[in-house]
């Protein structure tokens, strides 16, 4: 696995987009509970958490370096509605049908094991629950990962179905970036 310094995430995240733009494409409302899978430093996290007032974020991701940057930024900021748990994206540590709304941004190109990453995503998620995903496009750029393992946007959706996800919509940009919205069916 990839080691990833939680500092230079920061920022290299900083200009890209505008976290509350992104959060504003699928959080399904204030009391909503969203897993950010592979939070990082909590780019997302912490925005999330302050749209979710009468929710909760549920941050996920293996390196605790960059739980602990979390967990520090949140509590500079007074924000008490973020979870942090390190755990593998594999094997989350939460109940069936337990969540609102996942997130997983520029994440899934780091790791072979796609499909076992997603059905556990689905498997937290509720009935008619959503999955967000910021990827990197499979174009070459400067940064960002190798283009060999970056998942064109066909690629990601028809992985999405396989899984047994309904692909509700697909944005290009912002670049060097797509986002795609899906769900689980209402009958799980």
């Known amino acids: 696995m990839h080691r990833f310094d939680p500092q230079h995430m920061l920022q290299q995240n900083r200009g890209a987009f505008k976290p509350e733009d992104l959060l504003r494409d699928f959080l399904p409302g204030p009391h909503a509970i969203l897993a ?11 925005p999330a ?9 549920v941050a996920v991701d293996l390196q605790q370096d960059s739980l602990d940057m979390l967990a520090d930024r949140a509590q500079a900021a007074g924000i008490k509605n973020i979870e942090t748990i ?13 969540v609102d709304a996942v997130l997983m941004s520029r994440f899934l190109n ?5 499909d076992a990453i997603l059905r556990e995503a689905r498997r937290v998620l509720r009935p008619a629950g959503l999955a ?14 190798p283009f060999t393992i970056r998942i064109a946007a066909d ?21 060097p970036f797509y986002r795609v919205l899906a769900k689980v069916p209402e009958q799980g």
Do not use: H
């Open 36 to 46: 950010d899978i592979g939070c990082g430093p909590g780019f997302f996290s912490l």
């Open 49 to 57: 958490a302050l749209m979710l007032p009468d929710g909760k974020v």
């Open 86 to 98: 390190r755990a593998d994206a594999q094997d989350l540590p939460l109940a069936d049908a337990s």
């Open 110 to 114: 780091n790791f072979p094991q796609r």
């Open 132 to 145: 967000y995903f910021v990827q990197w496009d499979r174009v070459q750029t400067p940064m960002g990962p």
């Open 155 to 175: 690629e990601m959706q028809q992985i999405l179905r396989d899984v047994g996800f309904e692909v509700e919509r697909l944005w290009p940009g912002p670049a």
